[in-house]
C-alpha cells in the first residue's frame, strides 16, 4: 500500500483560519443598509434569514465585492499595504 505524500503549498498552512469574528457596528459602519452580504446558507437559515442561493467561486465573489462602497474611516497614521501575486 502506497503512502499518501501531501503536497507542499496544497490547503491552507497549519494556523491559518477561514473566518473571522467583526462587531455588526464595524459592518453598519462599513456597508449601506441596502448592501448585499455573503453569508453562510446554514447561518442564514438558523437565524431564520431567508436569502438567494449563491453558488460561490471566485468570480461571483469578486463581482459582488466590485458593488461594494467602502466608506474610507479617518486615521491618524498611515498604514502601507503590499500585495503579493501567488
Known sequence: MKKK??????????GAVS???VTLNDLN????PEA???V???FAEN???GGTPVTAST????????KIEIKEAEL????AVTTTEW
Open 29 to 32: 459602519d462599513v456597508l449601506k
Open 40 to 42: 453562510s446558507r446554514r
Open 47 to 49: 437565524l431564520g434569514i
Open 36 to 38: 448585499n452580504v455573503l
Open 5 to 14: 505524500v501531501r503536497r507542499v503549498g496544497s490547503g491552507r498552512t497549519k
Open 76 to 79: 491618524d497614521e498611515q498604514v
Open 59 to 66: 468570480k461571483n465573489v469578486e463581482a459582488l465585492s466590485s
Open 19 to 21: 473566518f473571522v469574528t
